[in-house]
């Protein structure tokens, strides 16, 4: 079975500065994939960025970076020069074969960006 | 285009009724998922369907029966609602079954059975 552990429930960030959201996962595939999506207010889910277990280089997308430390099981997601617009509930989620390629989420971060 | 619809957005009813929602993706993708979204924001997946085939089945009650008359529409019948089953549902869709794609979600569809 895959787990997602997400264990800040709020984060705060001043507008502007760099924020990390913590992620650990557990599973026992070799191969698996790395996900973190955000949620607004408005209720979509929009995916950010996409990290392979054999990726030996950390994804980037834009301000959006996933800090990957494959020994410890650890997916962080950092965001760069926060925006009020990045305030969300932010989700980590992975698929493998032992949970059958089905995106397992974590409980989720909701963060929020203060002027 | 939106990729993912879904229909209804919102549905209000009264326990004890069936009610339907409805998915398409016009991705190409050939694989759809629903997800439900509790009250506490946790997202849990329900099905899955990979060309029409049903290829995950969580622990749901028989009571949700999910359709798929081909592989870019995904179906959601519940019958006798409950209070419970209050939430947001969300389809989605992916390129394959494997690790590397994302899911496409739908914009959820929020039900409230009173």
């Known amino acids: 079975a895959q787990k997602i552990t997400q264990t800040q429930p709020g984060m705060f960030v001043q507008e502007k500065e760099a924020v990390t959201l913590d992620c650990t996962y557990d599973?026992?595939?070799?191969?698996?994939?790395l996900f973190w999506y955000k949620q607004p207010s408005s209720g979509e889910m929009i995916f950010l960025i996409y990290?392979?277990?054999?990726?030996?280089q950390n994804a980037t997308e834009g301000r959006y970076s996933l800090n990957f430390q494959k020994a410890r099981k650890s997916a962080n997601l950092v965001i760069s020069a926060s925006q009020l617009g990045d305030s969300a509930m932010y989700f980590c989620a992975m698929r493998g074969l032992g949970s059958n390629y089905k995106l397992t989420f974590g409980k989720g971060t909701l963060l929020t960006v203060n002027p | 285009d939106t990729a993912v619809s879904q229909t209804p957005k919102y549905l209000v009813t009264q326990m004890g009724n069936d009610k339907s929602i409805k998915c398409e993706q016009n991705l190409g993708h050939d694989t759809m998922y629903w997800y439900k979204q509790d009250s506490k924001k946790f997202l849990k997946i329900m099905f899955s369907y990979n060309n029409k085939e049903l290829i995950i089945n969580e622990t749901v009650p028989n009571r949700f029966s999910p359709k798929s008359p081909d592989k870019a529409h995904l179906n959601l019948h519940i019958n006798s609602l409950e209070l419970g089953d209050s939430a947001v549902y969300f389809c989605?869709?992916?390129?394959?079954?494997?690790?590397?794609?994302?899911?496409?979600f739908g914009e959820g569809s929020r039900l409230t059975v009173l």
């Open positions: 990290q392979g277990s054999y990726d030996e």
């Open positions: 599973t026992s595939d070799q191969s698996y994939g």
């Open positions: 989605a869709s992916s390129q394959d079954t494997m690790n590397t794609g994302e899911l496409f």
